[in-house]
């Protein structure tokens, strides 16, 4: 699984993985444990992955995801030790340990609190999500098996 295939949506926890379009929107399936299945229409809000980013004073603006996500796999091994009820100075540090230069004005401690979420998430149900290569590179992967 990449990041490619998993959305979240907001207003609902969690993380789902696409399944495919359909007339009424998209099929989404939870990654919990629970499998649920559900429909979201074409007024929901719906991110995929790996096209978020967060905010940095870098020259670029931000940094995707995916990036920060290795970074913290690298770095921790699928245990940060943190959880959405660590308090809101843990989870500041721990960002600024990870992505040094993030923008603290526009990245939330909520924003921090999801990324944990789902990184503890995805560390323990699609550890190999990490490791994937970019989306760009993945076809000349696949042509060379």
Request: glycine share 6%; proline share 4%; charged share 30%.
């Given at each position: 699984?990449?990041?490619?295939?998993?959305?979240?949506?907001?207003?609902?926890?969690?993380?789902?993985?696409?399944l495919k379009p359909s007339k009424a929107g998209?099929?989404?399936?939870?990654?919990?444990?629970?499998?649920?299945?559900?429909?979201?229409?074409?007024?929901?809000?719906?991110?995929?992955?790996?096209?978020?980013?967060?905010?940095?004073?870098?020259?670029?603006?931000?940094?995707?995801?995916?990036?920060?996500?290795?970074?913290?796999h690298e770095e921790f091994e699928g245990d940060?030790?943190?959880?959405?009820?660590?308090?809101g100075e843990e989870l500041k540090s721990f960002?600024?340990?990870?992505?040094?230069?993030?923008?603290?004005?526009?990245?939330?401690?909520?924003?921090?609190?999801?990324?944990?979420?789902?990184?503890?998430?995805?560390?323990?149900?699609?550890?190999?999500?990490?490791?994937?290569?970019?989306?760009?590179?993945?076809?000349?992967?696949?042509?060379?098996?």
């Amino acid at each position: 699984m990449n990041f490619g295939e998993i959305a979240a949506v907001a207003g609902k926890g969690g993380l789902f993985k696409v399944l495919k379009p359909s007339k009424a929107g998209v099929i989404l399936e939870s990654l919990d444990d629970k499998k649920t299945k559900l429909v979201v229409g074409a007024d929901a809000r719906v991110s995929i992955l790996s096209e978020i980013s967060i905010y940095t004073h870098t020259q670029e603006g931000s940094t995707p995801l995916i990036e920060v996500m290795r970074k913290i796999h690298e770095e921790f091994e699928g245990d940060t030790g943190l959880d959405k009820n660590s308090d809101g100075e843990e989870l500041k540090s721990f960002l600024k340990h990870i992505l040094p230069d993030y923008d603290e004005d526009r990245v939330y401690v909520s924003d921090i609190k999801k990324l944990v979420t789902w990184y503890n998430l995805l560390a323990k149900i699609a550890p190999e999500s990490f490791m994937e290569q970019p989306a760009d590179e993945a076809p000349e992967e696949k042509e060379a098996e």
